[in-house]
């Protein structure tokens, strides 16, 4: 009886021990759940359930009270001695039901392809706790696409025995990289909230106006452990709304407030891509990723009355245009009417002095064949009147050609 007093007192006492150290041994080797080795794995599962050590102690004190009871309970278990084996009985339940309470069931964490997980132990010693806020603490913890049972620790609530929770002893903090897109407009139809979200600013002249802005941002795997250790798990969604959005309000006002309304309009597109480019290599020093950044709805202004004015001077402007246009176009349709006209002139010229040309060639080509032929008559001619040439009677023969009169 004082051998069973002694190895139950023995064991109570590991067991007490065990129960306030072996939580953090078992939060520490619960991590290497997250390694690839089979070994470790099991390892690492095997003590997050407790089994390595506990049974390996109850194993031991049953095979101890076996070696004291053995004999003893075989003699009392014979048929002469019913009674003692009853009450044996009853106090061997009495003890069983000592420690009955919560089941230890492990919680398990799944974590999907798309998520980025760290195993990190609630319970150690301050300086394992204070390594918790190093990048390299992070990446060492680090777990891709895995199950992960999560180890839990007995505590006392003081209300007698089997009174008592199980409580996780490591965190399972998850990281998702799905990439996010934010619209950050007025109006309620298009932006990602129902609230006014576009980007306030004001000209130097002091007026209000906002800009919409459309961005996309996500979380790289091998950027997880920086994005953790700047945002504290806190999710893509909340860190583009409340941290980019700040960071690209504090820019535009900047910006916008150097310049006049109409320098405005003419440069937000450079403004817009002046803001991404430092939005997006100020937060890749903290592991997020701005895949994209633009504008969207264009200038939406804060006085109805100003975008009015900007849409009358904008309508006439464009009448101003068109006329401006319009009469271009009649100017160059004058000039084709003046250029046929000129052509046609032109031509009518040239074909004139053609004309004229060609009339004046006949009349030198016909006095050159007259000539010609008075050239070839006067050849010819012998000194004779030839008849038939000169009618009787011409004026040329000075009445030559008359009878003389008997007188």
């Not at 003699?75 to 339940?93: D, E, M, T």
């Not at 069931?105 to 300086?127: H, K």
């Not at 450079?270 to 701005?290: C, D, P, V, W, Y």
Request: aromatic share 6%; hydrophobic share 40%; glycine share 8%.
């Amino acid at each position: 009886m004082i051998a069973t007093v002694i190895i139950l007192a023995a064991f109570w006492g590991a067991k007490t021990v065990y129960n306030a150290m072996g939580p953090q041994v078992e939060a520490a080797a619960a991590v290497n759940q997250a390694k690839d080795s089979i070994a470790s794995y099991t390892y690492g599962q095997q003590m997050a359930r407790g089994n390595l050590v506990s049974t390996g102690m109850n194993i031991l004190l049953a095979i101890a009270l076996a070696a004291i009871w053995g004999s003893f309970l075989y003699k009392k278990l014979r048929p002469s001695n019913n009674a003692s084996a009853l009450a044996l009985l009853a106090v061997a339940i009495s003890f069983s039901l000592a420690g009955c309470g919560p089941s230890k069931v492990l919680p398990l964490e799944n974590i999907g392809p798309n998520e980025t997980a760290y195993v990190i132990p609630l319970e150690g010693d301050s300086a394992n706790q204070g390594k918790i806020q190093s990048v390299k603490y992070l990446e060492d913890h680090k777990v891709l696409a895995k199950r992960i049972e999560i180890p839990v620790r007995e505590r006392d609530l003081g209300h007698g025995l089997g009174n008592y929770e199980w409580l996780p002893t490591v965190k399972v903090i998850k990281v998702d990289r799905t990439p996010i897109t934010r619209e950050w407009t007025k109006g309620r139809e298009s932006g990602t909230s129902n609230s006014n979200q576009a980007i306030a600013v004001e000209s130097l002249e002091s007026i209000n106006f906002r800009v919409g802005i459309n961005t996309t941002g996500n979380v790289l795997e091998e950027d997880a452990s920086t994005f953790l250790y700047w945002f504290a798990g806190k999710p893509i969604s909340s860190v583009m709304d409340e941290n980019v959005r700040g960071f690209v309000q504090s820019l535009m006002s900047a910006e916008f407030g150097k310049l006049t309304l109409e320098d405005c309009k003419k440069q937000k597109g450079r403004i817009i891509a002046q803001s991404a480019e430092a939005a997006t290599a100020h937060f890749k020093k903290m592991g997020l990723n701005i895949m994209n950044m633009g504008g969207s709805e264009g200038l939406l202004y804060d006085d109805p009355a100003i975008q009015d004015a900007i849409n009358k001077t904008a309508t006439s402007e464009m009448y101003i245009e068109i006329a401006r246009k319009e009469k271009l176009a009649q100017d160059e349709r004058n000039k084709m009417v003046v250029a046929k006209s000129t052509a046609d002139r032109q031509a009518a010229e040239q074909f004139s002095q053609a004309q004229a040309a060609q009339v004046a060639k006949l009349e030198l080509d016909i006095k050159r064949i007259q000539a010609e032929a008075t050239l070839e008559a006067a050849k010819r001619w012998k000194g004779d009147m030839p008849g038939g040439i000169i009618p009787q009677g011409s004026n040329i023969l000075f009445g030559l050609d008359r009878p003389l009169s008997n007188k």
